[in-house]
């Protein structure tokens, strides 16, 4: 094996053969995707992908999907994608209307005949709308599905692009709409505008008329911070702008201000989240918080009067403590209440508080006792539920929220919910396979450290010992996975006999902060010890063979899967990584790479690339091992994750005789396709792939 070249290495980090995979459009890189697309289409593109391609496209495009809306100005508004509108059209009804089986819809803008008549592949990203009577609306234009847009104004009553309105370049970028007149823009586009992340440093000022280059700045961070950028807040009597300077993923500062600017930074400990409605604020703890003699645990959450915080008080109320495995999921304003969603012991709860009633001054001496805790009545306490505002703007909200139930074996049901009373169905989505004989269970597995790590199970009840297992987590950012109705999945592995199984690894916020932290940093390797311990508890329990488990997992995902190839190989069949992050070395030089050092460390500091690579699956895999073929997925136009990570990690599998394959179509972004047929087609070939490596024949073993 001397004659193979393994390069990079652990030894030698830095020499990389491969730099040129990750010049994006070069014309040497270009060609080696081409042919490597070409190559891993011929082997597992079938006439069964064809066939597979078209079901699942069909399931995406059907006419009785849920089309899921937001309310802006009394009317509800919805992006749809079907056959005939690939793209999609942006489009609105009543809600009067949308309780009907058949809502009358209003096309406001047809994405397909834009891309057409303009020759640009357009995708619409993002929508930002003026409160109130306004027609105004700055349309997010996306290429391929890329997080630059192009912004444009957009006339919602004529429905046309605003002649001589506001028109920014590509760049990563977006808006607030200060008035009809005015934006408070924060974009990377200029010279010195951009982070190292590749986001806003600046908001400027931008008025109606005048260049983009001269809008004053009103607000900017450190270059080597992550990103600048404004909130409007119109719940009060006044509107008043606040300003966010974004430390790195978990850290910002926060400043109340204007338009011209941040007038006062809030005394809060950096690692918070916080949301402000009228006169109050909240704010969830990251870490332990000391004030005067009191000490809160992470995770809690705190309110208080903004006016009095303003003025010296720190008498904070306590709305929410967590326990070790009840953590809160997020946290929203509706009219004047307060939503928590939280997972106990992974089961869904709600909880509506309210704050005092009546003037801050009247309330404010007794008031840190005063608010009153209900509970979201109607909802299930097993499955997946996820409740969010219908209005887009937290000023217009008369206080409806949105549920969505759903779970592994039952579509979504969307349901109103008007106050705090029981949820009415609005739309039910239709079940797309068939789960005669299918149930769902909850197990653990004992990672290697001795923390149970919670796996959800579906498929057929009785154990044969080697089912086909299709085997996914994520294990990152604080971000939840829980249990879902996947179309994709339900039609193409549970139907057709196989058994899915989703992980909760450390590195997610299932369980708090210390789930996520203990899957951070030098904690990211015992994440992946967690994933492959669920894959050794399966065969334990009979329910299948190591050589029948096929892996996925996707952008923090690819680093958590090219860690099963290197470090756990003998546990798995097969591995789809998709739009993966896998050069732990380079990864910050890489597009929205810096960007993620809060949550992976830092290669330029010895003491940290001391833990990252350890789980740099590019530098650890060397010839000779008895790796599991690999099928490695990304887009080009992903320009949050650099597709150089899965050409390179390609390459030098190949290079070394491993059986490793690269699809990389042009479009999709940060996902998997810019429509429904191409995002069909990327999860077909990762089936067929699987299936033929884990020896699975449709319909039988």
Same mark, same amino acid.
């Given at each position: 094996m001397d004659d193979v070249d393994d390069r990079p290495t652990l030894a030698a980090p830095d020499d990389d053969p491969y730099l040129w995979l990750e010049d994006i459009e070069g014309p040497r890189a270009l060609d080696f995707v081409e042919r490597q697309n070409r190559l891993t289409l011929e082997k597992f593109a079938g006439a069964g992908f064809e066939r597979d391609r078209a079901t699942l496209a069909a399931i995406y495009d059907r006419p009785d999907n849920i089309p899921y809306v937001t309310r802006r100005g009394g009317q509800l508004y919805n992006l749809w994608k079907d056959a005939s509108n690939p793209r999609g059209i942006w489009r609105r009804t009543t809600l009067e209307s949308f309780r009907k089986s058949d809502p009358q819809w209003e096309t406001l803008l047809d994405l397909d005949r834009l891309a057409a008549e303009e020759g640009e592949d357009w995708l619409l990203n993002a929508t930002q709308t003026l409160p109130g009577a306004s027609s105004c609306a700055l349309l997010s234009l996306s290429r391929g599905g890329s997080d630059a847009v192009t912004l444009r104004e957009f006339d919602m009553e004529t429905k046309s692009f605003v002649a001589d309105g506001f028109v920014l370049p590509e760049a990563k970028s977006g808006a607030q709409w200060l008035d009809a007149d005015t934006l408070l823009l924060s974009s990377a586009l200029g010279d010195g505008m951009a982070t190292t992340s590749g986001y806003a440093r600046t908001v400027r000022l931008w008025r109606r008329g005048t260049d983009v280059h001269s809008a004053a700045v009103v607000f900017e961070t450190a270059v080597g911070n992550m990103a600048a950028y404004a909130s409007i807040d119109r719940t009060g009597p006044v509107p008043r702008v606040w300003f966010v300077e974004r430390l790195d993923f978990f850290n910002v500062n926060i400043w109340l201000g204007d338009e011209a600017g941040a007038r006062m930074r809030l005394d809060l400990p950096t690692d918070i989240w916080m949301e402000a409605h009228q006169d109050w604020f909240v704010l969830k703890l990251r870490s332990a918080w000391t004030v005067g003699v009191r000490t809160y645990a992470p995770d809690t959450v705190l309110g208080i009067a903004l006016s009095t915080f303003l003025a010296g008080d720190r008498n904070f109320t306590t709305l929410f403590e967590p326990g070790p495995r009840?953590?809160? #999921?997020?946290?929203?304003?509706?009219?004047?209440?307060?939503?928590?969603?939280?997972?106990?012991?992974?089961?869904?709860?709600?909880?509506?508080?309210?704050?005092?009633?009546?003037? !801050?001054?009247?309330?404010? #001496?007794?008031? !840190?006792?005063?608010?009153?805790?209900?509970?979201?009545?109607?909802?299930?306490?097993? =499955?997946?539920?996820? !409740?969010?505002?219908?209005?887009?703007?937290e000023s217009e909200s008369n206080g409806d929220l949105l549920a969505n139930i759903q779970d592994p074996l039952t579509p979504s049901s969307l349901m109103l919910i008007e106050g705090i009373a029981t949820p009415a169905v609005l739309k039910q989505a239709p079940r797309t396979f068939n789960s005669d004989g299918l149930v769902v269970t909850r197990h653990e597995a004992v990672s290697i450290d001795g923390e149970r790590i919670p796996y959800v199970q579906t498929g057929p009840q009785a154990l044969t010992g080697d089912a086909p297992v299709h085997l996914s987590a994520y294990g990152g950012f604080g971000i939840s996975l829980?249990?879902?109705?996947?179309?994709?999945?339900?039609?193409?592995?549970?139907?057709?006999? =196989?058994?899915?199984?989703?992980?909760?690894?450390?590195?997610?916020?299932?369980?708090?902060?210390?789930?996520h932290d203990a899957g951070r940093y030098a904690g990211k390797r015992l994440a992946h010890d967690d994933f492959a311990a669920v894959a050794a508890d399966l065969v334990a329990r009979g329910v299948t063979r190591a050589d029948r488990i096929a892996a996925e997992g996707g952008s923090n995902g690819g680093i958590l899967i090219s860690n099963m190839l290197t470090r756990y190989p003998e546990r798995f069949g097969a591995l789809f990584c998709t739009i993966p992050l896998i050069d732990m070395r380079r990864y910050t030089k890489l597009l929205a790479g810096a960007s993620w050092i809060a949550e992976y460390g830092d290669p330029d500091k010895p003491d940290e690339w001391a833990w990252l690579k350890t789980y740099s699956a590019y530098h650890a895999a060397k010839p000779g091992q008895k790796y599991p073929p690999i099928l490695i997925a990304t887009t080009r136009r992903d320009d949050r994750v650099h597709p150089g990570h899965a050409r390179k990690m390609? +390459?030098?599998? #190949?290079?070394? =005789? $491993?059986?490793? $394959?690269?699809?990389?179509?042009? +479009? =999709?972004?940060?996902?998997y396709g810019k429509d429904n047929t191409e995002r069909a087609a990327f999860q077909v070939l990762g089936f067929a792939f699987m299936k033929s490596k884990i020896r699975w024949l449709d319909g039988g073993g």
């Open positions: 009840r953590a809160l #999921q997020g946290l929203f304003w509706s009219a004047g209440r307060l939503v928590l969603p939280i997972l106990d012991e992974l089961r869904p709860a709600f909880e509506v508080w309210t704050p005092p009633q009546g003037s !801050v001054r009247e309330s404010a #001496q007794g008031s !840190v006792r005063a608010w009153s805790r209900d509970s979201l009545p109607g909802l299930p306490e097993i =499955g997946t539920v996820d !409740v969010w505002r219908l209005d887009g703007h829980r249990p879902s109705y996947n179309s994709a999945l339900g039609k193409f592995w549970l139907e057709r006999g =196989g058994t899915m199984v989703q992980a909760n690894i450390r590195g997610g916020g299932e369980f708090g902060t210390r789930w390609a +390459a030098k599998l #190949q290079a070394m =005789g $491993y059986e490793a $394959y690269l699809y990389e179509p042009a +479009a =999709g972004g940060h996902g």
